[in-house]
């Protein structure tokens, strides 16, 4: 496995580092990463030498989001070529290391399929040169993409929300630290907050490993955003209590059917504001869309360990490397945990979705099927996603 060295540790203020880079030092390419574990303790970046350390970091959350996993994916195969390892390998272990963020794969068979391409035309060189230019173009098409879904969110507030003064709850995170960009969801609310039509960001602290409360806050207090940290199980009351405008999540996948997979809590979010007549509003490009995935009950969820739910600890605070098993017990030993990363949110209940190409609402198969056909993108023969024409 290649080396995890922390290279940059910066205080309080303002972020400098980038979620993701990649750099050609003198003993080789690298992939240096923001470590998003140990957010908001500390900036610190883990440099991947090679793909075993990058699927770490993956399986870990060190890096995470689902257009940047996209990315990530991308630059991991060319890594893999640039080194002069197995990419095929390395293609097979990016894929599977997170089954339900639908970007990770599309990042990887567009730069596996650039590289055997210009490999089987001239060789290793060649195919390690063509991948990383996937990757730089994957990356770059994903900050085109979050400038857009902030103009088309924000524009469907205006016509949800006439007025201005929103009030936005939002679940997990969604800004720049899972983007090329400023994010999906996140976006759309930094763009109110800009043009001066965000009252109050409503952040849900979500599991796992709190990546609200970490995350977004982290970065909402750095843009400025007047914001507030609560408990996933109290979003009833401020429903109840007519404190929420609208809902804006992001989505790890979007199947053909507009069901919609984001971190477990946004379904009982969606049923909250449907009977509280609140739009329900998914922020995600149209590369989370997996229009092979018939619908929302295909899309494998991911189930993290039951020590995160029968243990209470911190990644930040366990260190690099630790093991499961190393927090404070919370729960009886030997107690047995559900714990999946995701949940399934019915088209029903979804208000729109927004992408770079533009909204759907209502949310139906033919409607996600054109938004994707009239957007860059086309779909992919290798899998499942979309495919850069």
Same mark, same amino acid.
């Given at each position: 496995m290649?080396? /995890?060295?922390e290279v940059s540790e910066?205080?309080?203020?303002a972020?400098?580092?980038?979620s993701?880079?990649? !750099? !050609?030092?003198p003993?080789?390419?690298?992939?240096v990463?923001l470590?998003?574990t140990?957010?908001?303790?500390?900036?610190v970046?883990l440099?991947?030498?090679?793909?075993?350390?990058?699927v /770490?970091?993956i399986r870990t959350?060190?890096?995470r989001?689902a257009?940047?996993?996209?990315?990530?994916?991308?630059?991991g195969v060319?890594?893999a070529?640039a080194?002069g390892?197995?990419v095929?390998?390395?293609?097979e272990?990016?894929? /599977?290391a997170r089954?339900t963020?639908?970007n990770l794969g599309?990042g990887?068979?567009?730069?596996?399929?650039?590289?055997?391409?210009?490999f089987a035309e001239?060789g290793?060189?060649?195919g390690?040169?063509?991948?990383l230019a996937e990757?730089r173009?994957?990356?770059?098409?994903?900050i085109?993409?979050?400038t857009?879904?902030a103009?088309?969110?924000?524009a469907?507030?205006?016509?949800l929300?006439?007025?201005g003064?929103?009030?936005?709850?939002t679940?997990?995170?969604?800004?720049a630290l899972?983007?090329g960009g400023?994010?999906?969801?996140?976006?759309v609310a930094?763009?109110?907050?800009?043009s001066?039509?965000?009252?109050?960001?409503?952040?849900?602290?979500?599991?796992?490993?709190l990546q609200?409360?970490?995350?977004?806050?982290? !970065?909402a207090a750095?843009?400025?955003?007047?914001?507030?940290?609560?408990?996933?199980?109290a979003a009833g009351s401020?429903?109840a209590?007519?404190?929420?405008?609208?809902?804006?999540?992001g989505a790890?996948?979007?199947?053909?059917?507009g069901?919609v997979?984001?971190?477990v809590?946004?379904?009982p979010?969606?049923v909250?504001a449907?009977y509280?007549h609140?739009?329900?509003?998914?922020?995600?490009?149209?590369?989370t869309?997996?229009?092979e995935t !018939?619908e929302?009950?295909d899309i494998e969820v991911?189930q993290?360990?039951?020590?995160?739910?029968t243990?209470?600890s911190l990644p930040?605070v366990q260190?690099?490397?630790?093991e499961?098993g190393?927090?404070i017990?919370v729960?009886?030993l030997?107690?047995?945990a559900?714990?999946?990363?995701f949940?399934?949110?019915?088209p029903e209940?979804?208000t729109a979705i927004?992408?770079e190409?533009?909204?759907v609402s209502p949310?139906t198969?033919?409607g996600?099927?054109?938004?994707?056909?009239?957007?860059?993108?086309?779909k992919?023969r290798?899998?499942?996603g979309?495919m850069a024409?």
């Amino acid at each position: 496995m290649g080396d /995890q060295d922390e290279v940059s540790e910066k205080g309080a203020g303002a972020l400098t580092i980038p979620s993701l880079r990649w !750099e !050609e030092p003198p003993e080789g390419p690298v992939l240096v990463l923001l470590d998003q574990t140990r957010l908001p303790a500390e900036e610190v970046e883990l440099v991947c030498t090679d793909v075993p350390a990058l699927v /770490q970091a993956i399986r870990t959350l060190a890096v995470r989001g689902a257009p940047l996993l996209g990315i990530a994916g991308a630059y991991g195969v060319a890594l893999a070529a640039a080194r002069g390892f197995d990419v095929e390998e390395a293609v097979e272990a990016l894929a /599977q290391a997170r089954p339900t963020a639908v970007n990770l794969g599309y990042g990887v068979r567009r730069a596996a399929a650039a590289y055997r391409a210009a490999f089987a035309e001239g060789g290793a060189p060649a195919g390690a040169a063509a991948a990383l230019a996937e990757a730089r173009a994957v990356h770059a098409e994903d900050i085109e993409a979050s400038t857009r879904m902030a103009q088309h969110g924000l524009a469907l507030l205006g016509e949800l929300l006439p007025g201005g003064g929103h009030r936005i709850l939002t679940h997990c995170n969604t800004g720049a630290l899972v983007s090329g960009g400023e994010g999906t969801a996140l976006a759309v609310a930094l763009a109110a907050h800009r043009s001066g039509e965000l009252r109050r960001l409503w952040v849900d602290e979500t599991r796992p490993l709190l990546q609200g409360a970490r995350l977004t806050a982290y !970065e909402a207090a750095r843009t400025g955003m007047a914001y507030t940290v609560l408990s996933d199980g109290a979003a009833g009351s401020l429903f109840a209590g007519g404190e929420v405008d609208a809902v804006l999540i992001g989505a790890d996948r979007i199947a053909a059917d507009g069901s919609v997979a984001n971190k477990v809590g946004s379904y009982p979010l969606a049923v909250l504001a449907r009977y509280h007549h609140v739009p329900f509003v998914v922020v995600a490009p149209t590369s989370t869309v997996d229009l092979e995935t !018939e619908e929302g009950a295909d899309i494998e969820v991911e189930q993290r360990p039951g020590q995160e739910v029968t243990e209470f600890s911190l990644p930040f605070v366990q260190g690099p490397g630790a093991e499961s098993g190393t927090g404070i017990p919370v729960a009886p030993l030997g107690a047995q945990a559900y714990n999946p990363a995701f949940d399934v949110t019915p088209p029903e209940l979804v208000t729109a979705i927004v992408t770079e190409a533009g909204v759907v609402s209502p949310v139906t198969r033919d409607g996600l099927t054109e938004v994707c056909s009239t957007s860059r993108w086309s779909k992919s023969r290798s899998g499942n996603g979309m495919m850069a024409e």
